[in-house]
């Protein structure tokens, strides 16, 4: 059965600082990695989606890549403002089936 | 624009008493799903529809029933909610495979059971 890490679970930067949030699945047999935002109380903001054919993407100050032989990804967000306080999830497509395995999220604070 | 819809937002219920929370999409989407999340659970898939009138179970899927009668309807249906059952749900749809297979998601429905 899929399992997604993510760590750390929780992380405290300064404004400005370039930070890297990570992400582990245990089966490297994907069909895409979707990184997903989410505000506290409120819904899921998708972010990036790389499919298992691709290894990044780039939305802005977002750049997302993927490992899939080591099942890894990794979420870096340049310059961090405090705008992009939030929980980071990633989650992970199978080959077969739809359903998604989210990691247990990693939760950004950017102090002023 | 295009989106996820839920409602409602927000419900207080006692337990037994049934309950529906709708979801609709308008983007046209075959396949919608439904997820709970609870603190240090994460993120759990109860039940999916790969199109209308198909539906399927995921994780968790007890306690729960779906109907897919429209392409643009996903309702959850909790027939005796119980206390376990007090969760953040979420709806979300997405295309078939072979096109961008973006899930989208909508806003949540905070669930009490008392």
């Known amino acids: 059965k899929q399992e997604v890490t993510q760590i750390p679970a929780a992380l405290s930067v300064p404004e400005g600082e370039n930070l890297v949030l990570n992400c582990s699945f245990t089966?490297?047999?994907?069909?895409?990695l979707q990184w997903f935002r989410q505000d506290p109380g409120k819904g899921l903001t998708s972010l990036l989606l790389i499919q298992s054919s691709q290894r990044e993407q780039t939305s802005g100050r977002l750049n997302a890549s993927l490992d899939k032989s080591s099942g890894r990804s990794t979420l870096y967000i340049a310059a961090s403002q405090p705008g992009d306080s939030a929980t980071y999830l990633c989650a992970v497509r199978p080959r077969r089936g739809n359903m998604l395995t989210f990691g247990g999220g990693t939760r950004l604070m950017v102090k002023p | 624009e295009a989106q996820v819809t839920q409602n409602p937002r927000y419900l207080i219920t006692v337990t037994g008493k049934k309950l529906t929370v709708t979801c609709s999409q308008n983007m046209n989407h075959e396949y919608m799903s439904w997820y709970r999340q609870d603190p240090g659970l994460g993120l759990r898939q109860i039940y999916y529809?790969?199109?209308?009138?198909?539906?399927d179970k995921g994780d968790v899927p007890e306690g729960y029933k779906v109907s897919r009668k429209e392409k643009r309807n996903f309702p959850l249906i909790l027939e005796s909610p119980s206390p376990n059952q007090t969760s953040l749900y979420f709806c979300a749809s997405s295309p078939q495979r072979g096109q961008i297979n973006e899930q989208f998601f909508g806003p949540g429905t905070r669930l009490t059971v008392l």
């Open positions: 089966d490297s047999a994907i069909y895409n």
């Open positions: 529809s790969m199109n209308v009138e198909v539906t």
